[in-house]
C-alpha cells in the first residue's frame, strides 16, 4: 500500500534513489526525488508502484528528514528565512497545486509565482524542492536542520471576541401603531426580554406600560403607576403580533441564553462532518471523557480509586476508532499525549498486552492525521509547534462548551458509557440516589487493566459495526458496500486521497509529544526541577568544564523524573540522563512528587529560621565573652619590660612546654586510683619560674633541654 508523505528507495540501482510522494490522486501518484536542488514532481501509476513494492524493487525507509524542533531552537536569521519561503509556499501550492504537478502547465506556473514575489524562476523552483523532498512541513525550509539552534521569537498570543449582527427593523406599519411605537417596542424588548432574567412576553408588556403609556406619582412616599386609559395604549395583541414580526429568534435565543447554548442546541444543522473530508485521515477528533463507573484498586479490591478517563481518536470518514488511552491521567496533556502515542502504534502489538488476539484487518489504524480536532484546554495551553512543524500536523481547537463541533467522538463516548452504565459493577445509575438507596460505588469490582480490556472490546465492535444515516457515495452504494468503519477505512484508502502518514520510529513522536524544558549544566551535574542529573556524552565530551552554567533543552516525562532527554540535532535521536547519588532520594518520583518534598524542605527551612538566627546570635556571643575573658586576664600580665622580640623569641620552646602539661592532662590511665595510691602532682607557680614540678622527674633529653632552658630564662628574669 502506498502512503502519502512516505519515502521509498530503489534496491535496483547502486546509487542511493530515493523517492517521496507528494500527491495521490485516484489511480496516479506523484513523487519527488530526493536529490537534486530542482527536482521536480514525476508521474507514476500507483499499480507500478504497488507491483514494485510486490517484487522488492522499492521499498518503504524512515524519513531521513524526520526532526524535532521548536522555534526556541531557531536563530532568528533561521525562522526569517523560513518564513519568507513558507509564505511563497502555502499562498500558492494549494492554488496552483495542479499546474506544477502537470509538466507542461509546470513553468507557466512557476513564471507566475515567480513574478508574484519579484524572485527568480530558479529561486521559486528550489523553494518548493526543498518544501517536496524535506517532508511538506513548514520545517522542510529552514537552511539546515543540523545547525539549528539559538534562541527562537517569543509567541505572541491573540484574543477573538464574537460580535452578533445587527438588529434589522422593518418599516411597515400597523393601523395604529406607528414607528414611533415600532422603537418603542422594540426598546423595552432589547432592555426587559433580551435579559439572561427571561422575563416573559406579557411582563415585558407591562413594562412598555409602565414606561410609556402610565403617570408616575407617589403616595406615602411610595413611587405609583396609573396606566393611560384604553384608548390611549397598545393592547397586548398588538404588541404581540409585532413583537412575532419583528422577532429574531437567535439573537433573542442568544441574549437570554448564551450564544454557544444556540450553537450547541438549536443551530441549524444543514451538513455533516463528512462532507469536510476527502478520506481517511484528513481530520482526526480527540476528546475525553470521565468514564461513568468506579474502579477499584489493581493491588487490592477492597480500595476504590474512582473513576477512569477515557481519551479516543476517531478518523472523521470513516468514524474509525484510531486510538484511545484509558487511565487517571487527566484531562490533561498527558492524557492526550498517550492517546496520540496510541494513534500510531501497532494495534496488534497493543491488544497482545490484555491477551486479545487481533489481526490488522480488524483495527488497521496506526497513522498520523493531517488536521487534529481537539479541545482548547489540552492543545492550547501546550506548545504545539512541534506537531505542526515537525509532523505537518495542523492543530484545529474548538470554542470552549462546543461539544457539537467534535460530535463524532462525543457520540461515541455516549455509546461506550451507555453499554458500560448496563453492564458493568459499579457504573452510575441515577445521577441523583434518593435516601435509602444502595450506594452503587459499593459494588466497583473491575480494576484498571480489567477495564482497559473491556474498552478494547468495545473499540473492535465499534470497527465492525454498521453505521446508521452514513452518508454514503454513489460510488459506496455502487461497489455494494456496508457501512461500518473499517470497510470505509479500507474503501477511503482505495478511491480517495485521504492524507495517512506513517511513522517508522515511535520515538520521533514522542520527542515531539513530550513537554520540553532547559536544564542548566554545572559542576555537581545537568540541574533540571531541583534534580541533578548525569549524562555520558557531557562526562565524555567534559560539559561540566567546557559548558558550565549554560542552558540546554530536554524532554522529560513528567509521571516518572528518574531520568530525563537531550535530543540529538538532527531530532532521530537522544542522549538519557539519570539521576546522581544526590537525587537519588527521588528516583522513581512523578515531577508533582518531587516539587511536593521540595516545597515541604522550604517550609521546614523556614519553620526553623529564627531558631538558626538566635543561635548564630548566641554564638557569636559566647565567642565575643571567650574573648573579651582572655584580653582581660592578658592585659592583668602584660609585662611591660619584655621587648616584642623577646616574646616571639622562643615561641617553639613553650608550644613544647605547653603540650607537655595538655598531655599530663590528657593523658589515658585505665587503672582506678584509690586514696592511698600517690600520682604525678602537677603544680602551677609563675609560669616563668617552674613550669612543671612532679614528684618523678622525667629523663629525656628533651625534658632535660627545656629544663635547662627554663633555667636560662629564671636568670635574666633575676
Known sequence: MIFYNQVYQYTDKEEKNRIRIIEINHDVAYFIQLHGD?????????????????????????????????????????????????????ENWNIYKEAILNQKERENALTDIANKYGLAKLKVKRIFTRFWQRGLNKNALLPDYIYSGGKGKEKILTETSKVGPKRKYTNEEGISITEYVKKQFMHVIKKYYRKKEQLSLMETYDYLLRDFYSDEYYENGIRKYKVWDLGRIPTYNQFYYWFKKLEDPKIDFQMRHSPKEFELKHRPILSNSTLETDGPGTRFQIDATIADIYLVSSFDRNLIIGRPIVYGVIDVYSRLLTGIYVGLEGPSWIGAMMALDNMAMDKVVYCKKFDITIVESQWPAHHLPEIIIADRGEFEGYSVENLINNLNIKIENTSPYRGDLKGIIERQFRTINGKIKRKSPGAIQKEYRERGDRDYRLDASLNLAEFTKIIVHLVLHHNQKIIDKYPLEKEMIVAGLTATPVNLWNWGIENKKGRLQTINNQNILRLNLLPKGKARITRAGIKFKGLSYGSEKALNEQWYLKMRNQSIGVVYDPREMSQIYIPHADGRDFDPCYLLDSSSQYKGNTLEEVEFYQELIQEAKQQEANKQKENTLNVDAAIESVIKQAKKEKKQT???????????????????????????????????????????????????TDIIRTQKKPTSRLMDKLRKKRDEEFEKDK
Open 38 to 90: 530542482t527536482s521536480m514532481p514525476k508521474t507514476i501509476l500507483l499499480s507500478d508502484l504497488e507491483n514494485e513494492m510486490q517484487s522488492d524493487i522499492l521499498l518503504a525507509i524512515p524519513d531521513p528528514f524526520a526532526s524535532s524542533y521548536s522555534d526556541e531552537d531557531l536563530t532568528k536569521k533561521q525562522i526569517q528565512k523560513r518564513e519568507e519561503d513558507w509564505r511563497v509556499v502555502s
Open 638 to 688: 602584660v609585662n611591660p619590660n619584655v621587648s616584642k622580640a623577646e616574646k616571639l623569641k622562643n615561641t617553639k620552646v613553650n608550644r613544647q612546654a605547653q603540650k607537655i602539661m595538655n598531655r599530663e592532662e590528657e593523658k589515658f590511665d585505665l587503672v582506678e586510683k584509690t586514696t592511698s595510691d600517690t600520682g604525678q602532682v602537677v603544680e602551677f607557680t609563675n609560669i616563668k
